[in-house]
């Protein structure tokens, strides 16, 4: 006899999964105080049951923290001002339409809180720039892509930071997934001791958030559901 299939009742699961979903954000200030470590292994060991082809769970992460942490922010922050860009995917990306309208809106909610105008490159080049300091957070996670891996291999990847950062929420921290970190792969893969194989995706940087710092007060809203996800029944 088969197994029956589960439902999860209403009142356990999907105002609760839905709340914490619409309540994550990217937080872009934390607070010094560190994570405990049964907190950080009871955070990756739920992001490690994230689906992928094949079950290849085709991603290696490297989660830095304290002295090392800060050591590594030392080196990219310098190598940042100095020009110094080793990356392993081409960040060459160029939005049209709807989707540039979506990006611009984004960093006019990010500046608007800030309280820096658009004419302030100076300010603006600032607010980038806490990018390579992490925002302050006391811990980085940098997830890696073997490097026989493609397209494919990369949303498995996806999806594990998607499962990493609700869990993050699910335990009362915050996180912000930073692009912009994979500017620095040989420099990471260095500090950290990750084989060269091993290619730089994108970091998350993650604590507890900041709650009196002004970015936080950036939310970015979503598309309506028509926009992205058509039905089709006939």
Request: charged fraction near 20%; proline fraction near 4%; aromatic fraction near 12%.
């Amino acid at each position: 006899m088969s197994k029956a299939a589960t439902v999860p009742s209403e009142t356990f699961s999907a105002a609760q999964f839905q709340a914490l979903v619409r309540e994550r954000r990217s937080v872009r200030a934390f607070l010094e105080q560190p994570v405990a470590d049964t907190v950080l292994a009871s955070v990756f060991e739920t992001a490690q049951q994230a689906p992928s082809n094949c079950n290849t769970q085709p991603w290696i992460v490297a989660v830095v923290s304290g002295a090392a942490k800060e050591r590594l922010k030392a080196r990219i922050s310098s190598d940042f001002v100095q020009g110094k860009m080793t990356m392993d995917f081409p960040y060459d990306g160029k939005y049209e339409g709807v989707y540039k309208e979506r990006q611009y809106d984004a960093a006019k909610q990010l500046y608007d809180a800030l309280g820096i105008s658009r004419e302030d490159k100076a300010a603006r080049g600032e607010a980038f720039y806490r990018n390579f300091e992490f925002f302050g957070a006391p811990h980085v996670a940098f997830l890696f892509l073997p490097e026989h891996f493609g397209i494919r291999e990369a949303a498995d990847l996806g999806m594990y930071a998607q499962n990493l950062m609700l869990s993050l929420s699910a335990h009362g921290l915050a996180s912000c997934p930073q692009t912009a970190l994979s500017f620095f792969a040989d420099q990471i893969r260095e500090e950290l001791g990750v084989d060269s194989s091993n290619k730089l995706l994108f970091g998350i940087s993650f604590g507890y958030e900041d709650q009196n710092h002004p970015a936080n007060n950036c939310v970015t809203g979503r598309a309506d559901l028509a926009a992205a996800v058509n039905f089709i029944n006939d």
